[in-house]
């Protein structure tokens, strides 16, 4: 069984390449939907943070207040250093977990990833690819998706890495330029993918 690993920035396409995977029976695993999910439901995450973080970052219930940790990282990038420090370890952990039911259920992986390269998720695949389009094109596609200003979409966009990154770290390229029907898209994500999981 393969696990395929799928980055990009937002607004590039990866939504339609993630539905061409699951229609060829890949289990598609959102890294940041696991994220989340440890963040309200592990008490051995929410204990490593406080450890770092201190009390603080909790809400009158013993939660973990999200908007309190975030002003506490956002400010400080050594802050935010520590944060993926402690949650990627957590992460990378139920990532090989879910990896694994899929494969024992005969099943190939995929990893949607944002941070796929920096996290260490990348080096556990058989394959990495990326979905790219240029930064007009996504802020474009982010205004209308989230209906945001164009400021704020440029921003969001500005924020996450060059195109030149993915493209040195990621063997395989889908590119999603607008020049392509999204039908088209597809069809060129369901070609890659097929190629990559005959190999």
């Given amino acids: 069984m393969k696990r395929i690993g799928i980055t990009g920035p937002t607004g590039a396409g990866k939504t339609t390449a993630l539905g061409a995977l699951e229609e060829l029976g890949v289990t ?22 406080v450890e770092r973080f201190g009390a603080d970052i909790l809400d009158s219930a013993g939660q973990l207040d999200r908007k309190r940790l975030g002003a506490v990282v956002f400010a400080d990038p050594q802050a935010l250093e520590d944060l993926n420090a402690v949650t990627h370890r957590f992460i990378l952990t139920e990532l090989d977990r879910l990896c694994g039911q899929a494969e024992a259920e005969g099943r190939h992986a995929a990893i949607d990833a ?26 474009r ?28 770290h ?14 088209e898209f597809r069809e060129e994500a369901l070609a890659l993918f097929r190629r990559i999981l005959e190999e």
């Fill in 114 to 139: 944002v941070a796929l390269i920096e996290s260490g998720v990348a080096e556990k695949c058989h394959a990495v690819a990326a979905v790219l389009a240029p930064r007009d094109v996504r802020i």
């Fill in 141 to 168: 596609r982010i205004m209308d998706r989230e209906g945001i200003s164009y400021d704020y979409a440029r921003s969001r966009a500005e924020a996450q890495k060059s195109e030149a990154f993915y493209r040195s």
């Fill in 170 to 183: 990621c063997p395989y390229v889908l590119d999603n330029d607008g020049s392509k029907t999204p039908a």
């Fill in 28 to 49: 598609v695993i959102d890294a940041d939907q696991v994220y989340h999910r440890l963040l309200a439901e592990s008490a051995p995450l929410r204990a490593a943070l």
